[in-house]
């Protein structure tokens, strides 16, 4: 899709969200503006308030302060027109395994009002395009959960959405499987006028997005296309396993004034022309060095330099919270 | 675009058309469900009949004296028909605790309409469920004495599906407070036995202690019950002492409410109930 197809209009308009429950801000203050026609990816760790984002976004959560539009229409006042504007598929999943896939689907196309003069013709198109149609009389039990994630994706184009809320769409499939979802997505982008708003931990997909926000801890912490925030970054980086880390780190500091620490159980560092570096580093560091890594940046080193923990690591270390847990455990 | 976008749907704005297509893709779901499903007709079932044979039966000998020749069973039998559609409605209101846990709840509430037509075919599909049970029941008729009688078969089904309809809303009540599946079970017995025991199903209204005079005409089940046993009473040989023991119908002090305000409770009640499913439910999310 290129950039003349893009409305004027904002396909979804933030301003100074908050969210608080008891104890938790989980939406801290949040300020953004999607464009219609992209892909926005909301990229975060555990807990981070991207779920609850996009519960306020799609009306199901009201806002603690702040307000949001999205497709043109207010989240607070004006919600069924919202919801006549959007798909949903929710981190967990909202399928009913008693019903066959074709079933759940004629539920929501009623549901949604969707003409019925149309709407056998658009449940076999949006079958077809998950490959699912050959599947559409078999109840959802009987299905896998990459199938259930597809038809779920199905069933949240059918009523041909302005705007698509994916929340982590490819949480606990196989990478074929996900790799499989991005490309509907992207097919989607082909097909019909759409925004997608999606959710995600994993940095490989975020590369699929036009612009992806990071959030961290409620905030945005950066805004802009990939390439840009990896330009942004304009250093390499560098890992190395050594035979002493702690000393490496100190001679790092005293002898190339690069500041180190550890990630992954590697001596971490960024710097310009990392490949360049490589001898020098052998030359004078003075400890035995047994491997090294160089590596473009990543949007982990974006993560990491915004939020100052790999994105991993903050996940390792367990800003990890049970109600997160527990909702995922459905 | 000029890429070939097939079917392109457009929802519509809301409209009472759209309302009445969503309450009744929700009782047909109920419906689906019930029939993918054949045995909970015989479990749901098995309860009343044990009721109307083993204790009826068991009872029955002992009772006989003070029932003025009428067939024990003949009187327990509006009773059991009662019973037979109140689990399986509670149980289709209180199933919205599953709709929760297994994420399908979320999908209703979050369409382009309003949570009153959701609960409106919930309701719907309870009642039909339970109404349709109920004729396992309703054909034994001859085995009690109750004659074949089709006006008074269509008359009891009617009332049986009203009766459900006020006992899936207060499911449905109930389920918007319970957030945790192991606990919706036994609420539902727990709410619903009082009930059952205390409506004038399984004994005659008259002659008993005071408060239990006070509580049986409290319970809005009361008032399902009762036209039933009129219905069926009507077609029965009875001497007007006997009906006067078995069948007193239903006072407030010296006024002897009439079967269409019997009615017209249950009515109430339910609506009563519904609406405050409504509002529980819209504020829980
Ligand atoms: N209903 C709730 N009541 C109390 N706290 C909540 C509720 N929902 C979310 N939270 C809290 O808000 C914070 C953000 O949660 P949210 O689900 O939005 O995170 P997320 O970014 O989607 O995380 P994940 O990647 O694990 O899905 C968490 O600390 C969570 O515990
Ligand atoms: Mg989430």
């Known amino acids: 899709m290129d950039g003349s197809s893009m409305g004027a209009e904002a396909a979804v308009e933030v301003r100074g969200l908050v969210k608080r429950f008891k104890a938790v801000e989980a939406v801290n203050g949040i300020d953004l503006s999607v464009r219609t026609g992209e892909t926005f990816g909301f990229l975060g760790p555990n807990g981070a308030g991207k779920s609850t984002t996009i519960k306020i976004l799609c009306t199901l959560v009201d806002a603690t302060e702040g307000s949001a539009r999205v497709a043109g229409f207010d989240v607070a006042t004006e919600r069924d027109a919202v919801r006549r504007s959007i798909g949903l598929v929710f981190q967990e999943p909202t399928l009913d395994g008693y019903l066959s896939a074709d079933q759940n689907l004629r539920f929501h196309g009623e549901l949604y009002g969707v003409d019925r003069s149309t709407a056998v013709a658009r449940r076999k198109e949006v079958l077809d395009m998950v490959g699912l149609y050959e599947r559409k009389d078999d109840l959802v039990q009987t299905f896998s959960g990459g199938m259930r994630r597809r038809l779920e994706i199905a069933r949240g184009l059918l009523h041909s959405p302005k705007v698509l809320f994916l929340d982590e769409p490819t949480i606990g499939l196989d990478p074929q499987t996900r790799a499989s979802i991005w490309q509907y997505i992207s097919e989607l982008h082909r097909r019909e006028e759409i925004t997608v708003f999606v959710t995600t931990h994993y940095m490989e997909e975020a590369e699929n997005c036009d612009r992806i926000a990071i959030i961290d801890q409620g905030k945005i912490v950066a805004l802009d296309t990939p390439a840009a925030l990896k330009a942004g970054i304009g250093k390499d980086r560098v890992q190395i396993a050594t035979a002493d880390d702690a000393a490496a780190i100190v001679a790092l500091k005293d002898r190339f004034e690069l500041e180190a620490r550890m990630v992954e159980g590697l001596v971490t560092f960024s710097v310009a022309d990392g490949a360049a570096f490589v001898p020098h580093l052998f030359e004078k560091l003075g400890i035995a060095i047994r491997s090294v890594a160089v590596n473009r940046p990543s949007l982990d080193d974006v993560f990491l330099n915004f939020t100052g923990t790999s994105l991993r690591d903050a996940e390792a270390k367990g800003r990890f919270n049970p109600m997160a847990a527990a909702s995922r455990g459905r | ?285």
């Open chain 2, 1 to 285: 675009m000029t890429q070939a976008t097939i079917a392109r749907v457009v929802v519509p704005k809301p409209s009472l058309a759209h309302e009445v297509r969503a309450t009744l893709v929700v009782w047909e779901r109920e419906m689906i469900r019930f029939q993918r499903d054949p045995a909970r007709v015989v479990s749901s079932v098995v309860q009343p009949l044990l009721f109307l044979f083993v204790l009826g039966g068991g009872l029955g000998a002992l009772v006989q004296a003070g029932t003025g020749g009428v067939d024990f069973l003949s009187f327990l039998f509006p009773g059991v028909l009662a019973m037979s559609v109140l689990f399986t409605a509670a149980f289709a209101g209180i199933s919205m605790v599953w709709d929760r846990e297994f994420g399908f709840l979320r999908e209703m509430l979050v369409a382009p309409i309003s949570t009153t037509s959701i609960l409106l075919g919930k309701c719907l599909g309870g009642a039909s469920v339970a109404t349709i049970q109920s004729v396992v029941v309703l054909v034994l008729a001859g085995l009690v004495g109750v004659p074949y009688d089709i006006p008074m078969m269509l008359e009891l089904l009617a009332l049986l599906f009203l009766m459900s309809f006020m006992i899936t809303a207060l499911g449905l009540v109930l389920a918007s407070r319970v957030k945790q599946v192991q606990s919706a079970m036994p609420l539902v017995q727990m709410i619903i036995t009082p009930l059952m025991f205390l409506s004038g199903a399984l004994f005659p209204l008259s002659r008993l202690p005071g408060w239990l005079t006070v509580v049986t005409h409290l319970n809005p089940m009361t008032y399902a019950v009762e036209p039933v046993r009129a219905v069926v009473f009507a077609r029965l040989t009875i001497s007007p002492e006997a009906r006067a023991i078995l069948d007193p119908g239903i006072w407030w002090g010296s006024y002897q409410v009439p079967v269409w305000m019997q009615v017209g409770v249950v009515i109430v009640s339910a609506a009563i109930l519904l609406f405050a499913a409504v509002k529980l439910f819209a504020r829980t999310e």
